[in-house]
């Protein structure tokens, strides 16, 4: 005869398993609406990456002798460690979300980091997902440092005047270079020599991530409002265009995307407007470089009145860094 639990019992069961995982859950909606643009003080970010790689390097040291204490209280502060970490890779990972997401551009390749970003997020939400999912697996682990502290430094870096590619390759080599004690202790070397290997390895990671670039957005770069105006017009109170345009028009007028850019304060980028036809990019605009600290963004344009003699199709206007990374795209369609 079996028995069928209180609703109360079932309450408290579901609180158990749960519980913390709903309450991490309400937490980070808190922090994303509180951080709508990503942007939290950067050496709140640097402080989380050390607090995390502190964390890990003690608990690759002690975890294998806290596990097996037959002390009920060294189990404890090893379950209260990894806990931790799993709270701080959360914290981290949504104090980036917003700022990536806003960097990245949809219809772009670059989407595929914000994906990874939501993804990590959400497993280490809920703690039986995660504890399904990564403690079994010691390299998924490796996986949320990785990309805490890669996507960490590659936002906190620009915030205090580094550009966003050598930021990005800079942030790669960091991370690579933060596994030390995890290769020290994979590989039973002594510290100095691990570190030696895995500095090689993270220039190895630099040109790794320089050459990714596009697949990475360029927070905290982003763009902060777009338009099309006729070339003919004034700049200063551009007509809207529609997004369907007849050729005819287009030759006789010419068009002006507008652009404003946003970027933190001290922080000097150039960029470009990159004019596509059917993917095919025909022009190539070196734009005045933007200056952060704009609270509408850098405003800056583009202006073209050298169409194809068959401009039909669909359009778009590449916003770019000059190293290559996406900020954002203008789109329109020309109709014969």
Avoid: C
């Avoid at 209280?73 to 990972?93: K, N, P």
């Avoid at 993804?119 to 998924?140: I, N």
């Avoid at 990309?147 to 790669?172: E, I, K, R, Y």
């Amino acid at each position: 005869m079996s028995v069928t639990a209180a609703p109360a019992d079932r309450l408290l069961a579901w609180g158990r398993r749960w519980g913390i995982s709903a309450a991490s859950l309400v937490a980070g909606m808190a922090t994303l609406l509180v951080f709508r643009r990503g942007l939290p003080h950067a050496h709140w970010i640097v402080g989380y990456l050390l607090l995390i790689w502190l964390l890990v390097t003690v608990m690759l040291r002690a975890r294998d002798t806290l596990a097996a204490s037959s002390r009920r209280s060294l189990r404890l502060v090893a379950v209260a460690t990894e806990y931790t970490i799993q709270s701080l890779y959360h914290g981290v990972l949504l104090f980036l979300l917003p700022a990536y997401a806003a960097a990245a551009t949809f219809t772009s390749r670059n989407v595929v980091f914000v994906a990874l970003l939501a993804g990590l997020a959400l497993v280490a939400t809920f703690d039986p997902w995660y504890r399904a999912l990564v403690h079994p697996r010691p390299w998924a682990g490796h996986v949320f440092f990785l990309v805490a502290l890669f996507g960490g430094l590659n936002l906190a870096l620009p915030l205090v005047g580094v550009p966003p590619f050598p930021s990005l390759q800079l942030s790669a080599w960091i991370a690579v270079v933060g596994l030390t004690p995890v290769a020290a202790q994979a590989w039973r070397w002594p510290w100095p020599r691990a570190l030696v290997a895995m500095m090689a390895l993270g220039v190895v990671a630099a040109l790794a991530a320089g050459a990714a670039r596009a697949w990475v957005p360029p927070a905290p770069l982003f763009l902060a409002k777009s338009a099309l105006a006729w070339g003919a017009e004034g700049l200063d109170a551009p007509p809207p265009v529609a997004s369907a345009i007849r050729a005819t028009e287009l030759h006789e007028r010419g068009l002006v995307a507008h652009t404003a850019i946003f970027a933190p304060a001290g922080l000097r980028q150039p960029v470009e407007h990159v004019w596509h036809l059917r993917g095919e990019a025909l022009d190539r605009v070196r734009l005045t470089p933007i200056e952060g600290g704009r609270q509408d963004g850098y405003r800056t344009y583009s202006r073209k009145t050298g169409f194809p003699t068959d401009p039909v199709g669909r359009w778009t206007v590449d916003v770019v860094t000059v190293s290559g990374q996406l900020i954002g795209r203008l789109r329109f369609r020309v109709v014969p």
